[in-house]
């Protein structure tokens, strides 16, 4: 008997717009799919969020002891600006700026991305497939889809007829739009001339003279469009049906709905059961993103090298904080939330460390049966992680009032309650135990403040020796100075 048996999850789906019951298609395994991050930048806390969601919702489907094939691909080519189909790709912007190779980008910043994955504790996907690395099934799924009816080519690039599928099929039905309206409130932009109507979206686009990153095709030496590439990798590893398909809730429309028409058309079939669409992150009450500035790096907060936030952050509060509201909730990153988070945090892990001191009594006077299934209840209703935080703080006062002789358990119910605990703290939400003292950012950002000032101090002095020595002296132990217009800010390598 595996727990998913006796505790089934109600899954919101986007679609339908409803909890459901959440029914796998092979009893026992799940096929999950997540849009991956296009690798033109570093990913600023946004990003983590939404994959910080789902690598709960990946820990909660395994503990429960689903067989999960999570897949998260890398975007490393198609990805136009403003995720339209003119328009520069991303990745060969930022290469032709920095004078680099477009694989050098791409490179660049998935180890960045893996990076701060490894800080945060995710788990690894099963599968992390490229853009680039399944050019092939791409140009196969556009063959099908042209030979189906619903995509043309013209001068070399081929679009998908949103009208002509339209008349068959419902484009919109994820986001909820009519193609009356889209037809109503589409501008016409230059460089689209090629495409029958606006509303239709690229499949393959033919290579300018300059575009670096091309492929052979049927059509043209060119690239595939952003949205392919998912329908792609998505079905490749997981089949034409498959369990869940997540990603930010940015990416609902166009990016998710073309997949749902490229797949239909494709393949007959809807590609996805269950929607999932993580809100979006905010900084100081305006959504965070890279095009508007109003962003922070994951470093910059784990260091406390900014000049939004009062402190520095260790990597688990900021998981506690995340899983403090739901993934449909929009979040916004404020000082104050952080510095309660940090306070519950500890809290909690204080009681986790209690735990251990705990002694049974012949008879127990709560009821920790019921107390578990209250987790579970939680979780099981779409991923609701701040009300299992909450049960998390009743057994936290539990297990102050055990230590007081206030109350008493059974060796049997405290091994439960100590199991139930580490289960969930650690597997599902992916907390790891840092006590206040150990954590180290804080400590190590107060000493590095020591010796900014003292390197001041020296400079005012004029004792230019000295002043170098501590810059030469961090940077050798990969902690970089940069004196700025508003004073001298720190990184660690
Ligand atoms: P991108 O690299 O821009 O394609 O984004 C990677 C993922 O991060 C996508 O799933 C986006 O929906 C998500 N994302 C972007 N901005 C935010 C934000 N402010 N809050 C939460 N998720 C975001
Ligand atoms: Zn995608």
Known sequence: MQLYQEQPIKIY???????????????????????????????????????????????????????????????????????EDAGEDKITKKARLEQIEPMEVVQRYTVDFHNILNTFNFLSPSIEPTATGHIIEQIELISTIIDNG????????????????NETHDYGKLSKRKLEDLVHNTRELDGQSDKKNPQDFALWKKAEPQHIMRWPSPWSDGFPGWHLECTAMSTKYLGEQFDIHGGG?????????????????????????????????????????KSTGNTINPDELLSGNNSIFTKAYAPSVIRFFNAQSSYRSVLDLTDDGLLASEK?????????????????????????????????????????????????????????QIKEGLETVSSEDLALLKNTIHRFVFDVLGLENTTKNESGTDKLSGAISVLITLRQEARANKDFALSDKIRNELAAVGIQLKDGKDGTTFSVN
Not at 259 to 282: R, T
Request: proline share 3%.
């Open 13 to 83: 789906n986007t679609l339908s717009g409803t909890k459901e019951l959440f029914q796998p298609i092979n009893a026992g395994h799940v096929g999950m799919y997540v849009c991956g991050p296009t690798v033109y930048s570093n990913v600023h806390l946004g990003n983590v969020r939404t994959f910080m969601s789902f690598d709960v919702v990946f820990r909660y489907l395994k503990h429960l002891g689903y067989k999960v094939r999570y897949v998260r691909n890398i975007t490393d080519a198609g990805h136009l600006e403003n995720d």
């Open 150 to 165: 619903y995509a043309y080519e013209v001068n070399g690039s081929v679009y998908f007829d949103v009208h002509k599928f």
């Open 249 to 289: 809730m940015d990416l609902k429309f166009p990016h998710h709905e073309c997949e749902i028409a490229q797949n239909e058309a494709a393949k007959g079939v809807s590609p996805v059961n269950y929607w999932m669409h993580a809100n979006m992150l905010q900084l100081n009450g305006q959504r965070m993103s």
């Open 344 to 400: 519950g945090f500890y809290r909690l892990m204080d009681a986790v460390n209690l735990l251990e001191e705990l002694k049974p009594s012949e008879t127990s006077t709560l009821d920790i049966k019921t107390w578990k299934q209250t987790c579970y209840d939680a979780m099981n209703d779409d991923f609701n992680s701040p009300i299992l935080i909450a049960h998390l703080f009743e057994a936290a006062k539990y297990i102050h």
